[in-house]
């Protein structure tokens, strides 16, 4: 059984798309699973008033008065919104009241709130987001997509394992291919950062493959073969991240434009396209899960991401994380 | 008139598609140009054997005994080729008897050779490679999508001066919108080169609209309006060019795939798509004209990239590069 907490008020759509996202997912998961929404009673309760059939043993409402912004500032979140949906959803798990946190609001607030309130796995200094980018074969795991710029080698290094533990528990791809992303795939090609992580990658004992270009990760493949996990730092990530968004759809445009052909009929062919689909990427690092959801979820992506949360808490992915970067630094303790 | 050196030797398809390019391009071209075939006599008067009408008044051969392969190192080629076509090539500038290098062969080995053999502009370490990304607008240039990896903040000062020219003198775009590419459009977004580079960038007196996001590329706009150069170092930019290179075609399969579309039709209406038709970019920041075109160039490919050295020989493109990057300098004599 699973405990989640879920920001009622975060998102663009909330608080109707996270109350509707919610109500789904407990239809669909094991009846042992329950849910906690976060935030403002009377609009929850608004919400839920809208169905019919609501299991009540089911969810619990947490009153928070407060409210994070999109454009709140992270710093400020902390030290003014302690009232928040945000903070208190995050606090639930720290007090062990709960398992998983879920929210689809400003995700700098949720990314310094997380590491503030469940605290970073040694090594880190900030959490790193892994995003699941289609590709023609099996989708593929790169990170940092997040906010980590100016990266150690590492920092790097500890995004491998971050990233081969979440391969294995949320992707279930046993000891995965891990790629390092530089400018040629030579060992000695690439910044100063990357050419030392990927002499730390050879010695660290994961299965690394070595370096990989831009042009593998469409393909989901080097010439070497496939890969299942891309490492970079989080300025690379989030600029191929946002690009990617793009131009997928842009392309698409162009072809439907030229050749005349339905544009539904091509996404309906293409789910991997489907942003929705996946709902959300548990935030890597943190002492606990936080499950992080774009900030345009619908009620289809909030109940995935509640998903996502059910299977990191169930696959003890957090635990296996901590031992991983144990690794790299003697024991988890060590600093 | 122009004098264009080509290396008939460069790329996958020479030294028949160099000959045939150089012959399509004399055709199409003021006969005020003329063009230098630079290899293996033996080899060059072959390939022109094939053609009838050579006008032979508009072409030299000059003998060139060695070749560059493709796996050269750029080091050795200094070195150990200095009979090739790739260096012999370029030394006819310097010797005042050409005005501009066209190479289909080792790219490595052609911003080697044309850095030492021609020099470089103040305040550079290395040629930068500009690249125009196809749009759903106008193409947007990028720059460095070369080999400058851990660029400093004056560094990406420089791309942008030289994107500036380039885009003035061979795209026809006056005082061209600048965008320096980061993880969000706020100025203080960014790695540490990137942030401090927005600085120097906001105090350049070029037409600077502040930090572009990955999403900005495919659309060729921000949400301040479009955009006609983006700066970033050569690690971001060669990621995202073999990525774009890759995820085009890849898209473009999945759609055929799923929709049944005639692929040939889809790239007919997309000659934006089309990598022949730009034919090769200008090596930026080297005292010269070199002018770099893709190993898999054929004949089309070949002709374009004799077009392009023609238009930035006449434009002056040169002189103006020089004249903008002293402006960051004093004086182009002050390193």
Redesign the interface.
């Known amino acids: 059984m699973a405990r989640i907490a879920l920001d009622a008020m975060g998102g663009d759509h909330a608080p109707q798309a996270t109350v509707d996202g919610a109500l789904h997912a407990l239809a669909e998961l094991d009846p042992s699973h329950t849910i906690q929404l976060v935030g403002r009673t009377a609009d929850i309760e608004a919400g839920l008033a809208r169905h019919t059939n609501v299991p009540r043993d089911r969810i619990e409402i947490i009153e928070a008065p407060d409210v994070v912004a999109m454009t709140d500032k992270p710093s400020a979140v902390l030290r003014g919104k302690k009232q928040s949906s945000m903070v208190i959803g995050i606090e639930l798990q720290s007090a062990g009241r709960s398992d998983a946190f879920v929210s689809a609001g400003n995700t700098g607030a949720q990314m310094a709130a997380s590491s503030r309130v469940l605290g970073l796995l040694p090594g880190l200094e900030r959490p790193a987001i892994a995003t699941l980018f289609p ?2 074969g099996k989708p593929v795991l790169v990170l940092d997509s997040g ?1 980590n ?2 990266c150690s080698p590492e920092e790097l290094l500890s995004f491998a394992r971050l990233g081969a533990v979440y391969a294995e528990d949320l992707l279930g791809r046993p000891n995965p291919v891990i790629g390092l ?3 040629g795939e030579e060992d000695e090609k ?3 950062a ?1 050419k030392a992580a990927n002499q730390l990658l050879r010695a660290s004992g994961l299965n690394f493959q070595g370096n990989v ?7 989901g493949a080097s010439d070497r073969g496939p890969i299942d996990v891309v490492v ?1 730092d ?3 990530g ?11 759809p ?6 439907v ?3 005349g ?1 339905d544009p539904e ?2 996404l ?3 789910p991997q396209l489907d942003a929705d689909s996946a709902g959300g990427a548990p935030l890597l690092g943190v002492k606990g899960v936080s499950i992080i959801s774009h900030g345009k979820s619908n009620a289809k992506a909030i109940k995935n991401a509640i998903g996502v949360a059910v299977r990191t808490v169930e696959s003890q992915m957090t635990e296996h994380a901590a031992r991983r970067l144990s690794e790299s630094f003697g024991s988890a303790e060590s600093r």
Chains 1, 2 share one sequence.
């Open positions: 590709t023609a906010a710029v100016d992303l530089s400018v690439g910044s100063a990357v270009e831009g042009r593998d990760l469409p393909r970079c989080g300025f690379v989030n600029v191929l991240l946002k690009f990617y968004e793009t131009v997928a842009t392309i698409i445009r162009m072809v434009k030229a050749s052909v009929q091509i309906r062919a293409l």
